[in-house]
Structures are given as structure tokens and as C-alpha cells.
């Protein structure tokens, strides 16, 4: 089946940039979509189809998809965007849906 | 307002049966897909299984197959996910979210279930 790989953890500093990267084989060919968890509570998606935003979710959250890799930058992180993040795509395989193994933002 | 309200906490012992649901509101329910979503203490997403409530065509995802049921009422809006006899490796969240089509995200979830098992 498809595998999505995702360092497990970033640090930044606040008012600085995050980038959490979603390694998969030619995952430029798919249309990716992130969400946020943050402790306790549900996923929250905050990018869909590569780039595009929710009604809700702040300019700050931007995605990039390209060959083997796609990529969620959090620009002017803030405190509260403290979170895990997840890649997500569908797959043509056997096992459709995928999610990414999770990458925990920590903000210093 | 789009909601997914999911039934409350659980405690079950081994061997238990257990079904728990998902009620959707504020969408017309059966033009959107609802799927499943386990969440294993600390761990990531993985991704159990959809249900078309329109028609309730239903896949899961191998890891699942046989494990667990997907189900829909539509009369009243509620998905349903279901074991016959629980394990303590399904001591984990559970979260019902909503797709449209295709290769669409799951735009909306629910608040999730705490499944616990535990003799």
C-alpha cells in the first residue's frame, strides 16, 4: 500500500516559518490535504488539494506539492499552532485512503 | 451549521459487543460520504473504513476488513461503526468525518469516542 512519511517532530520559534514535509512516490500526481490536531481534540483540515485553504484557516497556512514531495508551510507561527500535523491522500491501491505518520510542531 | 455529533465514551470488557454512532446535522446527509477514523493512544490517523449513506455502498480498508461493520440509517441521519466481539487493541478514539467525493477531504469530523476495553 501507499506510504506517507513525515518527520516526527519540528521546532520553531515563534514568528519564525515551519515546514513539514509528506514524502510519497510521485505524490506530486495526487492531490494532498493536511489537517491539524491539537491536544484532546478532533482534526482540523487546514489545507486541501495541495494549496488551497478552508474558510477559517489563516493565510499563514500555505501548501506545496511536487514530485516526492508535498509540503505544509506555517508562516509567523504563533503558540497556538502547536499541534500534530497529518498529510492525507487518496490512493488507487487497495487501501484508498492514507494518512501521513504525523509530525508534532513544537513552538520554542 | 454542518455538525457531527458522536455517541459518548465506552467501557467494555473483552468479548463485548459494541456499536456506536455518528449523527449528522445542518448537510443533506445523503450526499455526503462518512467515514471512520481510529486513533490508538498516542499514536496516529489511520483510516477504517466509508460508508455512502445515499445508497450505503461501503469500503474498508483491508487493515479492517472483517473487523469491524460500517453502517448508515439515513432516516436519521446516523453512521454507525461496530464490533462483535471487542479486543483490548480497540482501546482507542474513534472519529467519524464527512467527504463529498472522489479524492475530497474530510472537510468536517466529528468529536470523536473513546473506546475502552479493559477486563
Known amino acids: 500500500s501507499y506510504v506517507l512519511t513525515q518527520p516526527p517532530s519540528v521546532s520553531v520559534a515563534p514568528g519564525q516559518t515551519a515546514r513539514i514535509t509528506c514524502g510519497g512516490n510521485n505524490i506530486g500526481s495526487k492531490s494532498v490535504h493536511w489537517y491539524q490536531q491539537k491536544p484532546g481534540q478532533a482534526p482540523v483540515l487546514v489545507v486541501y488539494d495541495d494549496s488551497d485553504r478552508p474558510s477559517g484557516i489563516p493565510e499563514r497556512f500555505s501548501g506545496s506539492n511536487s514530485g516526492n514531495t508535498a509540503t505544509l508551510t506555517i508562516s509567523r507561527v504563533e503558540a497556538g499552532d502547536e499541534a500534530d500535523y497529518y498529510c492525507q491522500v487518496w490512493d488507487s491501491s487497495s487501501d484508498p485512503l492514507v494518512f501521513g505518520t504525523g509530525t508534532k510542531v513544537t513552538v520554542l | 451549521e454542518v455538525q457531527l455529533v458522536q455517541s459518548g465514551a465506552e467501557v467494555k470488557k473483552p468479548g463485548e459487543s459494541l456499536k456506536i454512532s455518528c449523527k449528522g446535522s445542518g448537510y443533506s446527509f445523503t450526499s455526503y460520504w462518512i467515514g471512520w477514523v481510529r486513533q490508538m493512544p498516542g499514536k496516529g490517523l489511520e483510516w477504517m473504513g466509508i460508508?455512502?449513506?445515499?445508497?450505503?455502498?461501503?469500503r474498508y480498508s483491508p487493515s479492517f476488513q472483517g473487523q469491524v461493520t460500517i453502517s448508515a440509517d439515513k432516516s436519521i441521519s446516523t453512521a454507525y461503526l461496530q464490533w462483535s466481539s471487542l479486543k483490548a487493541s480497540d482501546t482507542a478514539m474513534y472519529y467519524c468525518?464527512?467527504?463529498?467525493?472522489?479524492?475530497?477531504?474530510?472537510?468536517?469530523w466529528g468529536q470523536g469516542t473513546l473506546v475502552t476495553v479493559s477486563s
Open positions: 468525518a464527512r467527504r463529498l467525493r472522489g479524492h475530497d477531504p474530510f472537510d468536517y
Open positions: 460508508i455512502y449513506p445515499g445508497d450505503s455502498d461501503t
